[in-house]
């Protein structure tokens, strides 16, 4: 992937390139929506005390449950690699239009710097309230926010420096890992520091769930992604089919040599479905990798299909994506009061997966209604604060 992009400065492209762009930002919508439509899946369960994992945490030990838990938890951890790298495009697709209506550079970084202010202030009051019981919690909105900080100044680099430096991090990080891997594996106490810049913990003062340079890369990634996007390759289907093909066979390759910062390495004599199981917190390669090569190849079905997600039936995902931080916040709350309601009946004695599913369903019904009313006032509105949002 190339670039001609200079410190400050966005690559021209042609009308037409733009208009291709456009078409495609439907599909970025559209997957934005299937992260966060699973993402929905996972916290609905999880407000009634129904676990769906599929994923490691501290290099902890495993047990999964039976198939239809973990198989929805191979779903649902789809959705935060998929959110960041999104978040950094939509950044991308952001700096370029102000760029072309006359703004400063400076404008620009002062707009993600609001915004990033705004997404930590939802994230460490409404969502941490509902979450943790009025306890601030540092979780994803926090360490989306910390990442777009960093961007606000990386972003007047090169953009191929940009992408040197998300990749030099990501790597380094992994390697940072397996230093702090005894530890994490003994479940030793970590400072509020690293927990923030470099692990998870639920110990801290504040509890951290998303360490900064974990994630933060991923967003940097999707940023240089966002910067090319008019790239005639990236127009075309079978090129996210090679780019998932090339991050599974990446993923393979990683979970055979026993994953390089991969606190969830998978282990001779294991059952099969934990070759499947990864570190999430901190996040490892292997895990990154496997999320978004299955992104990548359901991208692909996105942009050869447009007529789904724009007037079929799909088109609701489309709807989500476009109001994604509105729908994050506002998920929170309707599945909080979901569970409340489900506590205070006397529910017969069924699997916790069907009851997981049930509330999912129920609160997607407000919420694709609320996300609509919501599109439809931000554009009356389009210089208010809900650009922000």
């Not at 202030?121 to 900080?149: F, N, Q």
């Not at 702090?180 to 810049?197: K, T």
Request: charged fraction near 10%; hydrophobic fraction near 55%; aromatic fraction near 12%.
């Amino acid at each position: 992937m190339t670039t001609h992009a200079t410190a400050g400065v966005i690559p021209q492209t042609s009308a037409a390139a733009q208009t291709a762009t456009l078409s495609r930002i439907t599909a970025i919508d559209a997957l934005r929506g299937v992260a966060l439509t699973l993402m929905a899946l996972t916290h609905a369960a999880f407000f009634i005390g129904v676990g769906m994992q599929a994923e490691s945490y501290g290099g902890q030990p495993v047990s999964l449950q039976s198939p239809p838990y973990w198989l929805s938890g191979l779903l649902t951890t789809l959705a935060s690699p998929i959110f960041f790298c999104l978040a950094g495009v939509s950044l991308a697709l952001l700096e370029q239009s102000r760029v072309r209506k006359g703004a400063s550079s400076w404008s620009v970084s002062r707009f993600i710097l609001a915004r990033a202010g705004v997404i930590m202030a939802l994230d460490l009051t409404i969502c941490a309230w509902l979450w943790m019981g009025k306890m601030p919690y540092i979780h994803v909105l926090t360490a989306m926010g910390l990442a777009m900080i960093v961007l606000a100044g990386l972003r007047l680099l090169p953009t191929r420096v940009i992408l040197a430096a998300a990749i030099v991090t990501l790597l380094a990080y992994q390697g940072i890992l397996e230093v702090l891997r005894p530890q994490l594996e003994a479940g030793a106490p970590q400072s509020m520091a690293q927990a923030l810049f470099l692990t998870y913990s639920y110990e801290t003062l504040l509890p951290v769930g998303f360490p900064l340079l974990g994630w933060g890369p991923v967003m940097w990634l999707g940023f240089v992604l966002g910067r090319n996007l008019s790239h005639p390759l990236l127009r075309q289907p079978r090129t996210w089919v090679g780019i998932g093909a090339g991050l599974l066979a990446l993923w393979l390759a990683l979970r055979l040599i026993g994953g390089y910062g991969d606190l969830g390495a998978y282990r001779a004599g294991d059952p099969w479905p934990y070759f499947l199981v990864m570190s999430k917190a901190p996040p490892s390669l292997s895990y990154l990798a496997f999320k978004l090569g299955i992104a990548a190849l359901i991208f692909a079905v996105l942009i050869a299909f447009p007529k789904g997600i724009e007037t079929g039936l799909l088109r609701v995902l489309t709807l989500i994506g476009q109001t994604s931080l509105f729908f994050y916040v506002m998920h929170i709350v309707v599945y909080h009061l979901l569970a409340q309601a489900f506590f205070a009946i006397n529910a017969p004695a069924l699997p916790g997966i069907i009851y997981g599913y049930t509330i999912w369903l129920a609160g997607m019904v407000p919420l694709v209604w609320l996300c609509s009313r919501y599109r439809v006032e931000r554009k009356k509105r389009p210089e208010s604060v809900l650009r922000y949002l």
